[in-house]
């Protein structure tokens, strides 16, 4: 990661043209984007929507209408790993080494990722219903590889599946960095569209059963998804992305979604939202960089954003501890599974904040202790992705 060539900004960013001027390639800090830091949010949020569909507290009607808006959340795991891979990509540093590269995000995920974990085994010694883990499960899951094996994928804290896929990208990272760097934007354009091949392709196989694992938590699988948000980063930051605005992106991303329920859930819906997500991660870095209005750089929602990993973390444990007292599948009325939706909503909220509060922020600081600090106001490392329907 240490051969980048400096490039200067030649103009301000254009308010109006299709494109931004190129962002110096050299520079340190990056422009901040807090828009995609509102809009993590927004996709921690449709997680938890579809945990709740998943976990049955709405009957009749009102269930119904619930499945309609959040059975297809579980697409928006491609979301987080685009999402992953335009940040990473924005990021980076140049003269960067791959070491520090990696230490800097172990102390992003870890910290969480360790605690939540613990919590989930005392769960499942604790609360009746739960499976108790094996010894290799257990280890898989500490050293992030449990993805990788279909049968321990959902195993302890099931939402961390999509760690190990993250795990992988950061490992494969600093290649796909100097890749791209070495890249003009004819070849970033390529890299991009076999990108979506490979999607598509792979969607293809799933929906076939051609292979015989499923495809939707498989690291090498979700790949693609992660090189494609450093291929439009890298777009972005040399004034070459050509994409639609940010209102005609979100809805392109909203009809990829509801479009999911009609061919196939799992990896096959990944190919109905990819080209939304692509256009909507640069439509709002763009309006950040041209100061065009935003809904999702507010300041509640960056706040929101900044806990929305630490809420992915835990919420589903929380859910899961509900089982004791609510029962599987409750199926309430409209009031009553409004009332245990908002009760587990708020849990999860303030356990993200102590969360973040008491582990994320201080552990990170304790393990780059004598490093070279992060102080490039840059979007926090998106949310890994959602878990898959029926966990």
Request: hydrophobic share 50%; net charge positive; proline share 8%.
């Amino acid at each position: 990661m240490s051969t980048a060539t400096t490039r200067t900004t030649r103009t301000p960013p254009d308010r109006t043209g299709s494109a931004t001027a190129p962002v110096s390639l050299s520079a340190t800090p990056r422009p901040s984007l807090p828009s995609l830091t509102g809009l993590r949010w927004m996709a921690a949020l449709l997680v938890f929507g579809l945990h709740v569909n998943n976990f049955g507290y709405f009957g009749g009607q009102p269930g119904r209408l619930v499945a309609w808006a959040f059975g297809p959340g579980a697409t928006g795991v491609s979301f987080f790993f685009v999402l992953s891979g335009f940040v990473l990509m924005w990021s980076a540093r140049p003269g960067d080494r791959a070491l520090g590269f990696w230490r800097r995000r172990i102390a992003r995920v870890y910290p969480v990722h360790l605690v939540t974990l613990v919590i989930a085994f005392v769960m499942a010694y604790t609360l009746s219903g739960l499976p108790r883990p094996r010894v290799r499960q257990a280890a898989a899951n500490v050293l992030l590889v449990h993805s990788w094996w279909q049968p321990w994928w959902q195993t302890l804290n099931p939402v961390s599946w999509s760690l190990a896929c993250e795990a992988f990208f950061y490992a494969a990272f600093p290649a796909l960095f100097l890749v791209l760097r070495r890249l003009g934007a004819r070849g970033t354009v390529v890299l991009g569209a076999l990108a979506v091949v490979a999607v598509l392709v792979l969607a293809r196989a799933d929906s076939h059963h051609w292979l015989h694992q499923p495809l939707y938590s498989l690291p090498l699988a979700r790949l693609p998804e992660f090189v494609l948000g450093a291929v439009t980063a890298r777009l972005v930051l040399l004034g070459r992305w050509r994409g639609p605005g940010l209102e005609a992106s979100l809805a392109l991303a909203l009809l990829g979604y509801f479009l999911v329920p009609q061919i196939r859930g799992g990896y096959t819906g990944t190919a109905c939202t990819l080209a939304g997500f692509v256009t909507l991660i640069p439509a709002a870095a763009l309006a950040d960089l041209r100061g065009l209005p935003s809904l999702w750089r507010r300041p509640r929602l960056v706040r929101l954003g900044e806990l929305s990993f630490a809420f992915y973390m835990i919420h589903l444990l929380v859910l899961r501890a509900g089982i004791t007292v609510l029962g599987d599948k409750p199926r309430f009325g409209l009031l009553a599974g409004l009332g245990v939706t908002a009760a587990a909503f708020t849990l999860s909220l303030a356990l993200s904040w102590l969360l973040y509060e008491a582990v994320e922020r201080p552990a990170r600081r304790l393990l780059l202790r004598g490093h070279r600090p992060d102080s490039r106001p840059t979007p926090n490392e998106p949310a890994p992705a959602p878990v898959a329907p029926g966990a």
